[in-house]
């Protein structure tokens, strides 16, 4: 059994930065991709950002150049840096945890999930 947990979320005013961690435990961490999933009232949840077992990374169009995903293998934990937060209402930032497939950071299926931390931008 795998456990996700978030910390790092809260309010922050528009322009300003703020980190997500999330801290993994019961797989192999090293050998997980991780992703960073965010959920709007009424929205759909959406892929913000990959990385791969590797390193390697995706991100999403809407936050390319303002976030930044890292992980620490010797604390099973990964962060989402968020700079330049723009109001988007007050989503609710996930943590997954998956397998990658072939190496493809494009075909990670995310099995695991964390109970979430909200992300409030005001205006």
């Known amino acids: 059994q795998v456990q996700l947990v978030e910390s790092g979320g809260g309010l922050v005013q528009a322009g300003g930065s703020l980190r997500l961690s999330c801290a993994a435990s019961g797989r192999t961490f090293s050998r997980s991709a991780m992703g960073w999933f965010r959920q709007a009232p009424g929205k759909e949840r959406e892929l913000v950002t990959t990385?791969?077992?590797?390193?390697?990374?995706y991100y999403a169009d809407s936050v390319n150049g303002r976030f930044t995903i890292s992980r620490d293998n010797a604390k099973n934990t990964v962060y989402l840096h968020m700079n330049s937060l723009n109001p988007e209402g007050t989503p609710v930032y996930y943590c997954?945890?998956?397998?990658?497939?072939?190496?493809?950071?494009?075909?990670?299926?995310?099995?695991?999930w964390g109970q979430g931390t909200q992300v409030t931008v005001s205006a």
């Open positions: 990385i791969g077992w590797s390193g390697d990374t």
């Open positions: 997954a945890s998956g397998h990658q497939f072939y190496g493809d950071l494009y075909n990670v299926r995310y099995d695991y």
